[in-house]
Protein backbone atom coordinates (compact mmCIF):
# COMPACT_ATOMS: atom_id res chain seq x y z
CA UNK A 1 0.00 0.00 0.00
CA UNK A 2 0.86 3.70 -0.67
CA UNK A 3 1.98 5.44 2.65
CA UNK A 4 1.10 8.68 3.31
CA UNK A 5 3.43 10.91 5.34
CA UNK A 6 2.72 13.94 7.50
CA UNK A 7 3.75 16.44 9.99
CA UNK A 8 1.50 15.23 13.38
CA UNK A 9 0.65 18.72 14.53
CA UNK A 10 1.60 22.69 13.78
CA UNK A 11 0.50 25.57 15.51
CA UNK A 12 0.48 29.56 13.88
CA UNK A 13 -0.32 32.16 14.36
CA UNK A 14 -2.97 34.03 12.74
CA UNK A 15 -2.60 35.93 9.46
CA UNK A 16 0.37 33.45 8.91
CA UNK A 17 1.09 31.35 6.19
CA UNK A 18 1.07 27.24 6.95
CA UNK A 19 2.35 25.13 4.73
CA UNK A 20 1.46 21.09 5.02
CA UNK A 21 3.19 18.81 3.68
CA UNK A 22 2.47 14.59 2.66
CA UNK A 23 5.04 12.38 1.23
CA UNK A 24 3.62 9.39 -0.61
CA UNK A 25 5.81 6.51 -0.15
CA UNK A 26 6.03 5.92 -4.12
CA UNK A 27 4.67 8.09 -7.15
CA UNK A 28 0.76 9.10 -7.26
CA UNK A 29 1.17 11.31 -10.04
CA UNK A 30 -1.64 14.64 -9.15
CA UNK A 31 -3.77 11.50 -7.60
CA UNK A 32 -3.64 13.75 -4.42
CA UNK A 33 -6.67 15.05 -2.32
CA UNK A 34 -6.84 17.40 1.13
CA UNK A 35 -9.48 16.84 3.24
CA UNK A 36 -10.03 19.71 6.40
CA UNK A 37 -12.05 17.92 9.68
CA UNK A 38 -13.06 19.85 12.94
CA UNK A 39 -13.84 18.04 16.44
CA UNK A 40 -16.90 16.08 15.70
CA UNK A 41 -17.50 16.43 12.25
CA UNK A 42 -17.37 14.97 8.79
CA UNK A 43 -14.39 15.89 6.93
CA UNK A 44 -14.93 18.14 4.05
CA UNK A 45 -13.22 18.36 0.76
CA UNK A 46 -10.72 21.10 0.04
CA UNK A 47 -8.39 20.38 -2.72
CA UNK A 48 -8.70 17.30 -5.44
CA UNK A 49 -5.93 16.33 -7.96
CA UNK A 50 -3.27 18.01 -6.12
CA UNK A 51 -4.11 21.77 -6.95
CA UNK A 52 -7.30 22.36 -7.84
CA UNK A 53 -9.74 24.15 -5.35
CA UNK A 54 -12.52 22.52 -4.80
CA UNK A 55 -16.08 24.73 -5.02
CA UNK A 56 -17.14 27.17 -1.97
CA UNK A 57 -13.48 26.67 -0.71
CA UNK A 58 -12.19 29.82 0.33
CA UNK A 59 -9.15 31.31 -2.15
CA UNK A 60 -6.70 30.77 1.16
CA UNK A 61 -6.08 27.23 0.78
CA UNK A 62 -4.22 26.23 -2.31
CA UNK A 63 -2.15 22.58 -3.03
CA UNK A 64 0.57 22.04 -5.27
CA UNK A 65 2.85 18.64 -6.10
CA UNK A 66 3.17 15.80 -7.75
CA UNK A 67 4.99 12.65 -7.73
CA UNK A 68 5.89 11.77 -3.80
CA UNK A 69 5.67 15.59 -2.29
CA UNK A 70 2.93 17.53 -1.86
CA UNK A 71 1.90 20.65 0.03
CA UNK A 72 -1.33 22.21 1.10
CA UNK A 73 -0.85 25.75 1.57
CA UNK A 74 -3.22 28.12 4.14
CA UNK A 75 -2.64 32.07 3.87
CA UNK A 76 -3.70 33.67 5.41
CA UNK A 77 -4.30 31.78 8.36
CA UNK A 78 -7.55 32.31 10.21
CA UNK A 79 -9.24 31.20 13.66
CA UNK A 80 -11.84 29.15 12.39
CA UNK A 81 -8.65 26.89 10.42
CA UNK A 82 -7.98 24.92 13.74
CA UNK A 83 -8.70 21.32 12.35
CA UNK A 84 -7.01 18.46 11.47
CA UNK A 85 -5.86 18.11 7.92
CA UNK A 86 -5.25 14.48 5.84
CA UNK A 87 -4.27 13.92 2.71
CA UNK A 88 -5.68 11.50 0.36
CA UNK A 89 -4.02 9.01 -2.74
CA UNK A 90 -6.32 7.05 -5.18
CA UNK A 91 -3.50 6.56 -7.99
CA UNK A 92 -2.63 3.42 -6.73
CA UNK A 93 -5.07 0.60 -5.07
CA UNK A 94 -6.02 0.88 -2.31
CA UNK A 95 -6.68 4.34 -1.75
CA UNK A 96 -5.25 5.36 1.22
CA UNK A 97 -5.04 8.48 4.01
CA UNK A 98 -2.21 10.33 5.65
CA UNK A 99 -2.64 10.17 9.04
CA UNK A 100 -2.89 13.91 9.63
CA UNK A 101 -2.02 17.00 10.51
CA UNK A 102 -3.49 19.19 13.54
CA UNK A 103 -3.64 22.73 13.11
CA UNK A 104 -3.63 25.01 15.79
CA UNK A 105 -3.66 28.55 16.52
CA UNK A 106 -1.68 30.42 18.85
CA UNK B 1 -27.96 19.93 -3.23
CA UNK B 2 -26.39 16.34 -2.25
CA UNK B 3 -26.41 15.14 0.92
CA UNK B 4 -25.70 11.76 2.69
CA UNK B 5 -26.43 9.89 5.82
CA UNK B 6 -25.10 6.92 7.26
CA UNK B 7 -27.21 4.39 9.42
CA UNK B 8 -26.21 0.72 11.47
CA UNK B 9 -26.82 -0.66 14.25
CA UNK B 10 -25.12 1.31 16.75
CA UNK B 11 -24.03 -1.86 18.82
CA UNK B 12 -23.09 -5.23 18.00
CA UNK B 13 -21.37 -8.22 19.28
CA UNK B 14 -17.80 -9.48 18.38
CA UNK B 15 -18.70 -12.55 15.58
CA UNK B 16 -21.68 -10.20 14.34
CA UNK B 17 -22.36 -9.15 10.85
CA UNK B 18 -22.07 -5.37 10.48
CA UNK B 19 -24.95 -3.86 8.08
CA UNK B 20 -24.45 0.10 7.05
CA UNK B 21 -27.16 2.07 5.05
CA UNK B 22 -26.12 5.53 3.14
CA UNK B 23 -29.16 7.24 2.04
CA UNK B 24 -28.58 10.24 -0.43
CA UNK B 25 -30.26 13.14 -2.24
CA UNK B 26 -28.94 15.26 -5.13
CA UNK B 27 -27.88 12.75 -7.17
CA UNK B 28 -28.51 8.96 -8.76
CA UNK B 29 -26.39 6.29 -8.60
CA UNK B 30 -27.75 5.06 -12.29
CA UNK B 31 -26.72 7.99 -13.53
CA UNK B 32 -23.04 7.57 -15.71
CA UNK B 33 -19.82 7.98 -13.48
CA UNK B 34 -21.63 8.30 -10.25
CA UNK B 35 -19.98 6.54 -6.99
CA UNK B 36 -20.72 6.08 -3.54
CA UNK B 37 -17.74 4.65 -1.06
CA UNK B 38 -17.34 3.91 2.13
CA UNK B 39 -14.87 5.23 4.61
CA UNK B 40 -13.94 4.02 8.61
CA UNK B 41 -12.28 6.19 11.01
CA UNK B 42 -11.68 4.85 15.01
CA UNK B 43 -12.25 7.28 17.38
CA UNK B 44 -9.16 9.92 17.39
CA UNK B 45 -7.33 7.83 14.74
CA UNK B 46 -7.00 8.40 11.24
CA UNK B 47 -9.42 7.65 8.07
CA UNK B 48 -9.46 3.91 5.77
CA UNK B 49 -11.16 3.50 2.69
CA UNK B 50 -12.97 0.23 2.53
CA UNK B 51 -14.94 0.17 -0.42
CA UNK B 52 -16.34 1.49 -3.65
CA UNK B 53 -19.93 1.13 -5.66
CA UNK B 54 -20.11 2.54 -9.25
CA UNK B 55 -23.32 3.31 -11.61
CA UNK B 56 -23.04 0.27 -13.57
CA UNK B 57 -22.51 -1.98 -10.33
CA UNK B 58 -18.56 -1.90 -10.28
CA UNK B 59 -16.96 -2.41 -6.96
CA UNK B 60 -13.86 -2.29 -5.78
CA UNK B 61 -12.64 -3.21 -2.13
CA UNK B 62 -9.76 -2.48 0.29
CA UNK B 63 -7.96 -5.96 -0.05
CA UNK B 64 -7.02 -5.64 3.96
CA UNK B 65 -10.70 -6.45 4.47
CA UNK B 66 -11.90 -7.59 1.13
CA UNK B 67 -12.69 -11.27 2.42
CA UNK B 68 -15.32 -9.69 4.92
CA UNK B 69 -16.44 -6.74 3.13
CA UNK B 70 -19.95 -6.41 0.28
CA UNK B 71 -20.88 -3.30 -1.04
CA UNK B 72 -24.13 -3.23 -3.08
CA UNK B 73 -27.03 -0.15 -3.73
CA UNK B 74 -30.46 0.27 -4.27
CA UNK B 75 -31.02 2.55 -6.96
CA UNK B 76 -34.69 2.91 -6.88
CA UNK B 77 -34.27 4.00 -3.36
CA UNK B 78 -30.97 6.08 -3.80
CA UNK B 79 -29.33 4.17 -1.02
CA UNK B 80 -25.80 2.16 -0.85
CA UNK B 81 -24.91 -0.39 1.49
CA UNK B 82 -21.71 -2.49 2.99
CA UNK B 83 -21.83 -5.47 5.40
CA UNK B 84 -18.61 -6.59 7.29
CA UNK B 85 -18.39 -10.04 8.17
CA UNK B 86 -17.54 -11.60 11.54
CA UNK B 87 -16.67 -7.98 13.10
CA UNK B 88 -14.58 -7.77 16.64
CA UNK B 89 -13.18 -4.75 18.64
CA UNK B 90 -10.87 -3.52 15.69
CA UNK B 91 -14.35 -2.86 13.69
CA UNK B 92 -15.01 -0.03 16.12
CA UNK B 93 -15.28 3.24 14.13
CA UNK B 94 -17.64 6.04 12.75
CA UNK B 95 -18.60 4.50 9.41
CA UNK B 96 -18.68 7.15 6.77
CA UNK B 97 -20.43 7.09 3.21
CA UNK B 98 -19.61 9.42 0.71
CA UNK B 99 -20.35 10.64 -3.02
CA UNK B 100 -17.06 10.01 -5.25
CA UNK B 101 -15.78 12.17 -7.68
CA UNK B 102 -13.27 11.61 -10.41
CA UNK B 103 -11.30 13.17 -13.40
CA UNK B 104 -8.68 11.95 -15.47
CA UNK B 105 -8.04 8.23 -13.22
CA UNK B 106 -7.92 9.80 -10.24
CA UNK B 107 -11.26 9.60 -7.62
CA UNK B 108 -11.64 12.29 -4.13
CA UNK B 109 -14.51 11.38 -1.49
CA UNK B 110 -16.54 15.10 -2.75
CA UNK B 111 -19.23 15.07 -0.20
CA UNK B 112 -19.68 13.36 3.17
CA UNK B 113 -22.48 11.63 5.42
CA UNK B 114 -21.80 12.51 8.94
CA UNK B 115 -20.74 9.30 10.27
CA UNK B 116 -22.75 6.61 11.98
CA UNK B 117 -20.81 5.54 15.09
CA UNK B 118 -20.24 1.44 15.23
CA UNK B 119 -19.23 -0.10 18.45
CA UNK B 120 -18.39 -3.66 18.84
CA UNK B 121 -18.47 -5.19 22.36
CA UNK B 122 -19.67 -8.25 24.40
Known amino acids: DTVLTQSPALAVSPGERVTISCRAS??????MHWYQQKPGQQPKLLIY???NLESGVPARFSGSGSGTDFTLTIDPVEADDTATYFC?????????FGAGTKLELK | QVTLKESGPGILQPSQTLSLTCTFS??????????VGWIRQPSGKGLEWLAN???????YYNPSLKNRLTISKDTSNNQAFLKITNVDTADTATYYC??????????????WGQGTLVTVSS
Open chain 2, 98 to 111: ARIGYNSGSYWFAY
Open chain 1, 49 to 51: GAS
Open chain 2, 26 to 35: GFSLSTYGMG
Open chain 1, 26 to 31: ESVSTG
Open chain 1, 88 to 96: QQSWNDPYT
Open chain 2, 53 to 59: IWWDDDK
